[in-house]
């Protein structure tokens, strides 16, 4: 699994690339959406500067390791497409069949070595391997909206949820005059705090977040997003009690056999907004099964696996495009900037050691 370095590519692209408590969400992010190294405002806001941010939330340096999502564990499988999904894309990955990947569990920030959180964002991370040598990467997340809609809104957040110095937790009164200020935010943290996150990765729900574009056969274009559906869970082990409880819930789970995920794609209609993560479409937009995410393996993190895999929103099947959130390009030249600083580092030992658990 060689991968090729991403230093300066096209942002919208399909070549193979290398490689929540509100305070966990706010030190952390969801998922380092961020932006390019262009010219966005007053001043140059760029990858640079806030994967800069995203170390300094972090505690302490950890060369090797991704800068936000560095505590993960390895896994593989397949995806078994049912076919389904090519009335809505010509991507190959939706003709039935059954499709190679591999991927990576996570929880959000840059410590790879903090205790497990229940609240703290969970991500999974998949690369599928498609014929003609394309690739789908996803980057999900556990909630079904992001706490910002613009590169600008994240790294202002990033700042006003900032750990005070003096106490060590971010400040409540920064905080609360940050949300009234900022309605959109507001409203997504309403939705991420009805109900509480699931109690192991297994019984998780994930989301895509972003809207995308899907284009059929016949050249029609829809706008898509995507999640995946815990289907028919086994009975949970239940986290451990240790600093890698959910994380050890996980291998327990995986070894006692695979773990299963519907892949549903929910079709827009003309008005729900494609720009904007922040925003949910109506609960009555069709949906649409087109095949199951299976992860029958598990293991440490390495070179040999995932840890050089740049889970990059942006490879994508033709088929597949990018809708006009600016958030999609945000997250491509974060991941990549992560990836070019740890490319250069020593690699640790993943700190979910499976063969402890």
């Known amino acids: 699994m060689t991968d090729a370095q991403p230093s300066s590519f096209p942002l919208n692209r399909r070549t193979m690339l290398g490689g929540a408590a509100i305070a966990a969400l706010g030190a952390a992010g969801l998922g380092g959406f961020l932006v390019t190294e262009n010219r966005i405002g007053p001043w140059r806001l760029t990858a640079r500067g806030l994967v800069d941010r995203l170390q300094d939330t972090a505690g302490g340096s950890f060369p090797g390791c991704r800068r936000n999502h560095a505590k993960g564990v390895a896994v593989a499988g397949y995806f078994e497409s049912n ?3 090519v009335e809505l894309s010509k991507a190959s990955v939706f003709r039935a069949g059954r499709y190679r990947l591999d991927g990576r569990f996570s929880l959000a920030g840059g410590n790879p070595h903090m205790p497990d959180v229940p609240t703290a964002p969970r991500g999974l991370g998949l690369r599928l391997f498609l014929p003609g040598r394309e690739e789908w990467r996803m980057a999900m997340i556990n909630v079904p909206v992001f706490l910002d809609a613009t ?3 994240f790294y202002d957040r990033t700042l006003a949820f900032a750990p005070d110095p003096a106490t060590g937790k971010p400040d409540p009164a920064v905080m609360k005059r940050y949300i009234e200020t900022h309605p959109k935010t ?5 939705i991420i705090e009805q109900g509480a996150p699931p109690p192991t990765f297994a019984t998780s729900a994930f989301f895509g977040l972003n809207a995308f574009r899907f284009t059929d056969g ?3 274009t ?3 997003r995507w999640r995946l559906e815990p289907d028919s869970p086994p009975p949970a082990t239940g986290p451990g009690s240790g600093d890698s409880a ?16 519907r892949l549903v794609v929910v079709v827009g209609e003309p008005g729900d907004p494609t720009d904007d993560a922040t925003q949910m479409w109506p609960s009555n937009r069709r949906a649409v099964h087109v095949g199951t995410v299976v992860l029958d393996r598990v293991a440490t993190e390495s070179a040999g696996n995932v840890q050089d895999v740049n889970f990059d929103p942006l490879v994508l099947p033709n088929g597949i495009e990018p809708s006009d959130d600016p958030l999609l390009h945000a997250r491509s030249a974060a991941y990549s900037e992560s990836y070019r600083r740890r490319a250069g580092e020593s690699k640790p030992l993943g700190a979910v050691v499976v063969k402890e658990v």
């Open 83 to 85: 076919g389904n999904g």
């Open 151 to 153: 590169a600008q809104d």
């Open 186 to 190: 507001a409203a997504a943290l309403g």
């Open 218 to 220: 016949d050249g029609v």
């Open 222 to 224: 829809v706008p898509v």
């Open 246 to 261: 959910l994380f050890d819930g996980l291998v327990a789970d995986l070894e006692r056999g695979p773990l299963r995920w």
